[in-house]
């Protein structure tokens, strides 16, 4: 983050963002790109910036924090109603980011919060854990619904 903001904002910089908390499986990155915006408004993020590589604006945050509603963008300078993509660090879509979406796919990836749960490596569990026992009694099924939208009382 300070060197995003010794370089200042339509600057080139380098700097390595990733894996303070978690550094496996592939450890942080360097990053070479303009700085596009730097935010200290964030009570969650901390400082944030936003450098862009390509036709890529990656978010740099100072601390976790996951991108749930639109303005968590907005605030940085960035529409992702007007991106072709948009690719956040979450398990799942809060309802604005899946009102934004044409479509989407989940990735699983490996990492401080990896949901491919047969890749953990669980083991001595007892019969009929899904998905580690799929024969289960009587036969196990998944239900996948979207939420319903409730107006308050």
Avoid at 43 to 70: E, M, N, S, Y
Wanted: charged share 20%; glycine share 12%.
């Amino acid at each position: 983050m300070q060197a995003a903001r010794e370089a200042g904002i339509g600057e080139m910089v380098t700097l390595t963002a990733g894996a303070r908390i978690d550094d496996g499986p592939s450890g942080p990155v360097e990053i070479t790109g303009r700085v596009f915006s730097i935010t200290d408004g964030d009570p969650d993020a901390g400082p944030q910036a936003v450098i862009a590589v390509g036709g890529l604006h990656l978010i740099i945050t100072t601390r976790r924090k996951p991108f749930h509603h639109l303005d968590d963008f907005r605030m940085l300078g960035l529409d992702p109603e007007a991106a072709d993509i948009v690719v956040v660090k979450i398990g799942y879509l809060e309802p604005e980011l899946y009102d934004l979406a044409a479509d989407w796919t989940l990735a699983l990836t490996p990492g401080g919060v990896d949901q491919d749960l047969l890749r953990l490596g669980h083991h001595n569990l007892a019969s009929g854990v899904y998905p580690f026992d799929t024969a289960g009694n009587p036969p196990l099924t998944a239900h996948v619904s979207r939420r319903e939208e409730t107006s308050a009382c």
